[in-house]
């Protein structure tokens, strides 16, 4: 039996587009931008975003502490009192094609625990956010259990602001095999073009959780992989685009931004984020100094230059950017 997913009318819609070489409304094109801003807050999340301007973020990525008491900023008297704070202001201040992705896990205990539960229930009751997809982070590594099955996923929850919400899928495809490959171009619903430029990853995506001694490391106790980040930031926003990270703690967020030339603002109430922002890039800079001895060619990173703020004022960071931008028009 045929799958029906590939015959609803919008699929067919955005094939037939696709066979047409014309665009979907929410497409858009990167900047090719001279220069990032990568701005740092150290302050209360809720209060910052206050400030934030209505329709300008293209992508807010955030992983927020859920009431286990891993240290003081995750401890909380009633938590979805606290998460609907931040909850409220993310559709305001989010643009037209704007994305949202929080992080979480289902471990819901009691009322004063937090989870996606929470999570979710509120923004579909209490906010006009529209769920797009769960995409489950798999890993193979982590704690064994003995009185439940040993956890080996989390998930993060991408909403959108309206149906023309931005979405790349071409960078971030996955290379088919070959064999794979073979069996893709004799399928007829597929478009050739699109077997050759790889297949989506789908909503299960098996990234490496990272260990103790992982040299990716920064000190942060809930960092998460570069590449995690990574596939987030390319497919839900373009070039030259804010991403937000108000719960922002390892900083990994503003290293992906840079390395793929989107701007980023990173909000944190604790000061360390600097130090493993530094971190990062030094681990970024081991990184390419071993690959270009291996390759022994260019050492030149392919990013874009930056520019670090701490502390700046909001307008001056929104007056960078938008000097940035408009320069490379």
């Known amino acids: 039996m045929a799958n029906k997913s590939h015959f609803n009318s919008g699929l067919k819609s955005l094939n ?3 066979r047409d070489g014309s665009k979907h409304s929410s497409s858009m094109d990167g900047i090719d931008v001279e220069k990032t801003i990568q701005a740092f807050f150290i302050e209360d999340a809720i209060q910052f975003l206050k400030k934030v301007p209505d329709n300008s973020i293209q992508l807010i990525l955030v992983d927020p502490p859920y009431n ?3 240290d003081y900023w995750d401890t909380f008297e009633n938590y979805l009192e606290w998460a609907r704070q931040w909850l409220d ?9 704007g994305n949202c992705v929080v992080f979480g896990g289902f471990q819901y205990q009691d009322l004063k625990k937090g989870d996606l539960l929470e999570i ?3 923004t579909r ?3 006009d956010l529209r769920f797009t997809n769960l995409v489950i982070w798999y890993y193979k590594n982590g704690m064994t259990a003995y009185r439940y099955f040993a956890n080996r996923h989390e998930e993060a929850v991408w909403f959108s602001k309206t149906k023309k919400y931005y979405f790349d899928l071409d960078s971030v495809r996955v290379p088919y095999s070959e064999e794979q490959k073979k069996h893709a171009l004799r399928d007829k619903r597929l478009i050739p073009e699109n077997v050759e430029k790889g297949k989506n990853p789908t909503n299960v995506w098996e990234i490496g959780r990272l260990n103790g001694n992982a040299k990716e490391r920064v000190g942060h106790p809930t960092q998460k992989p570069v590449e995690l980040i990574r596939r987030f930031v390319k497919s839900l926003s373009y070039e030259g685009s804010i991403v937000l990270d108000f719960f922002a703690g390892s900083g990994t967020t ?3 931004c840079l390395e793929e030339n989107r701007h980023s603002i990173m909000v944190d109430s604790d000061d360390s984020i600097l130090e493993y922002f530094e971190k990062h890039l030094q681990n970024k800079a081991e990184l390419e100094q071993k690959a270009a001895s291996k390759k022994k060619g260019d050492s030149t990173p392919k ?11 909001l307008d001056e960071v929104y007056e960078s950017i938008n000097q940035i931008n408009n320069s490379a028009k």
Request: aromatic share 12%; glycine share 0%.
């Open 16 to 18: 037939q587009q696709k």
């Open 68 to 70: 286990l008491d891993l």
């Open 89 to 97: 202001e993310i559709y305001r201040i989010l643009s037209p094609t």
């Open 120 to 122: 979710l229930h509120y």
């Open 125 to 127: 009751h209490s906010t």
């Open 254 to 256: 503003s290293r992906v």
């Open 303 to 313: 990013h874009k230059p930056f520019e670090q703020f701490i502390n700046p004022s």
